[in-house]
């Protein structure tokens, strides 16, 4: 009966130091994110970066002396600037397109990391995977008729960016399933600053005439460990 005691007692201390050693704080990201989008060959597109901002929750679970996992939860800002010209096609006129996507996720990275520990402080180095569900969102479009000899027509249509339907949302995707990396520094009184990139795989766009638009996201991070030892 003794040894049973022993037992639980030993087994409760265990769990206890380890979920003692369980760290967690909050999180501030800031970064440029931006696109990529492959469509009609005949059209010229370009994209431009923009500044994009999450808050959210961070976790370090360590999982031996060198390797921890580092999960999170935040609410980040991603999309981009997009600018699409048609060919002038016999001098009949062309279309010029700017839009601005601005996106928002519930973003949850879950990656492992590598420590390598420093007088007051350490280093680490993680990668892993990504889920992103789109919450809400705006698609801004411009669009600019040239005819030869003509003043420009200029129309600009606005858009729920996840809404289905051709007059009232740009019908993206919600699911986003990208990649993580990151790297930084933690030092010992919790607080921490790390640098990332967000590479996304899913393709957003419904259509299935070839055409692909899929996140990628600079980011900048810092926040503060709180808890364990």
């Avoid at 929750?57 to 800002?77: G, H, M």
């Avoid at 981009?80 to 700017?98: P, R, V, Y």
């Avoid at 967000?198 to 259509?207: A, I």
């Amino acid at each position: 009966m003794k040894k049973k005691y022993i037992l639980a007692a030993a087994i409760l201390a265990v769990s206890t130091t380890g979920f003692a050693q369980v760290k967690f704080g909050p999180q501030l990201t800031g970064g440029l994110a931006t696109s990529s989008i492959r469509e009609d060959p005949e059209v010229d597109y370009s994209t431009k970066s923009i500044a994009a901002f999450g808050i959210g929750v961070v976790a370090e679970i360590p999982l031996s002396e060198k390797i921890s996992l580092r999960p999170s939860l935040s609410l980040l800002q991603k999309g981009g600037k997009l600018t699409a010209a048609s060919a002038d096609d016999g001098g009949i006129g062309s279309i010029d397109i700017k839009v601005n996507n601005k996106l928002y996720y519930a973003e949850l990275p879950v990656l492992a990391t590598f420590n390598v520990t420093m007088p007051n402080s350490k280093l680490f180095f993680g990668a892993g995977p990504s889920l992103g569900i789109g919450l809400f969102g705006k698609s801004k479009a411009t669009y600019t008729i040239n005819f030869p000899g003509l003043p420009p027509i200029t129309e600009t249509e606005n858009a729920d960016a996840f809404k289905k339907g051709e007059d009232e949302g740009a019908g993206m995707k919600r699911l986003d399933l990208s990649a993580n990396v990151i790297a930084g520094m933690q030092w010992n009184n919790g607080f921490y600053v790390n640098a990332g990139y967000l590479h996304g795989f899913s393709n957003l766009q419904r259509d299935t005439d070839g055409t692909s638009y899929r996140n990628r996201s600079f980011q900048l991070s810092v926040g503060m460990m709180l808890g364990g030892k």
